[in-house]
């Protein structure tokens, strides 16, 4: 089996001759490699029973790594079952055409801000407008840059509460269907988001220049006008704890899993990817390892850049009063007990995870230092 840190470690030093590395992207090249190896340390695990001792490299937990996403993604998804709400969850999806690519790839920190704060913005406005909701939702929104080939795709994937609070302090739960037309959603959204662009100076074929009237500037801004801003909303889930299942497979996910990968040879990388377009069918596309290590970096985020956030009623100052206070409107009876680190292993793993190699009777645990 083909992983990633092998893909890495046999030519990233080829790759990285002549090419600029942003520091984000060094530090994931480093992490990702030295990943369950002895260059990130170890530590002894020893049995209870036969005193068996057995070395485990540590891992990276670079939040780009394939392999360190599973614990991740369960202890975050944990602690959001208490911001659960009886009621409806939709799935909305935010998209940018494919003229404002390069920018983002340009300006990837101060882009991927403005993509946010153009996202909550459209939504939190519509939804206090009276022709749709009238309240306050809850939205948890979740930033990914790829499509299933690897190439540049930035979007947002938001979970958004089917009702929301009233200013009077009141429950207001919305229609059936989304409460808002999506083409509504895709024109205040390509507003916001355009409007915001103006404000800042970027990097536009690699000149830092603000957006201004000039004509080059205004033709290129009328193209993105004109052009289709795609905003789609997936049905309502069943019930809250298929929101948290749903949310399970957006919130760590990386590039590209282990698992997608299929072979290695001759410098061609070949990989599995579902094509959208034709069906979800199963397909396979190779591509030079150059070009896909390329492909893959540019998902790295920047430094300290937060891909998850939260709004409206989930907004973190005083996020605890309002949702107690929702879940009292609501009647709410959902009650999620927190699981212990071994309980949540045992869960992912399978019972007798940590069972001793040598006798089968002890378990292993971290001995003392």
């Known amino acids: ?35 369950r190896t002895a260059r990130l340390g170890a530590h002894k695990d020893l049995c ?4 068996f001792e057995k070395i485990s490299y540590n891992s990276c937990r670079n939040r780009h790594c394939p392999k360190c996403q599973a614990l991740a993604k369960e202890d975050w998804i944990d602690r959001q079952k208490q911001n659960l709400i009886d009621c409806k969850y939709f799935h909305v999806v935010f998209t940018i055409p494919a003229g404002l690519g390069s920018i983002f790839l340009q300006n990837q920190k101060l882009m991927y801000t403005l993509f946010f704060k153009a996202v909550s913005e459209t939504l939190l406005e519509l939804c206090a407008d009276k022709k749709y909701l009238d309240a306050k939702p809850g939205i948890t929104a979740i930033l990914h840059t790829w499509g299933q080939t690897l190439n540049y795709h930035p979007h947002i994937h938001c979970i958004v509460t089917g009702g929301g609070l ?13 409460f808002i037309p999506v083409k509504v ?4 959204f390509r507003g916001k988001l355009l409007y915001l662009l103006r404000q800042e100076k970027l990097l536009f074929h690699g000149k830092l220049e603000p957006l201004n009237e000039t004509a080059h500037y205004s033709e290129f801004l009328k193209k993105l006008y004109e052009a289709e801003w795609v905003v789609y909303c997936k049905p309502p889930f069943g019930d809250p704890q298929k929101v948290i299942d749903y949310l399970g497979r957006y919130t760590h996910r990386v590039a590209i899993s282990n698992n997608r990968l299929l072979s290695l040879q001759d410098g061609f990388i070949s990989f599995s ?6 069906g979800n069918k199963q397909k ?8 896909f290590i390329r492909r893959f970096l540019t998902h790295v985020l920047p430094l300290c850049f937060r891909k998850i956030r939260h709004y409206g009623l989930f907004a973190p100052k005083d996020k605890g009063y309002r949702i107690a206070l929702c879940r009292l409107l609501t009647r709410t009876l959902i009650d999620f007990v927190r699981e212990t680190t071994h309980e949540r292993l045992v869960r992912i793993l399978g019972y007798g995870f ?11 645990s971290r001995a003392s230092p």
């Not at 209870?48 to 005193?51: A, L, N, Q, T, Y």
């Not at 959603?185 to 205040?188: C, I, N, P, Q």
């Open 166 to 178: 009233t200013k009077a302090g009141a429950w207001k739960a919305g229609r059936k269907k989304f």
């Open 185 to 188: 959603l895709s024109k205040k």
């Open 48 to 51: 209870s029973e036969c005193g």
């Open 1 to 35: 089996m083909i992983e990633l840190q092998d893909i890495l470690k046999e030519h990233i030093k080829d790759y990285i001759r002549g090419v600029y590395l942003t520091e984000a992207q060094i530090k994931a090249i480093n992490a990702i490699s030295s990943c």
């Open 273 to 278: 990817y579902r094509d959208y377009s034709d």
């Open 354 to 364: 940590n069972l001793c190699p040598l006798c089968k009777v002890g378990y292993m």
């Open 284 to 291: 396979t596309m190779k591509l030079q390892v150059d070009e």
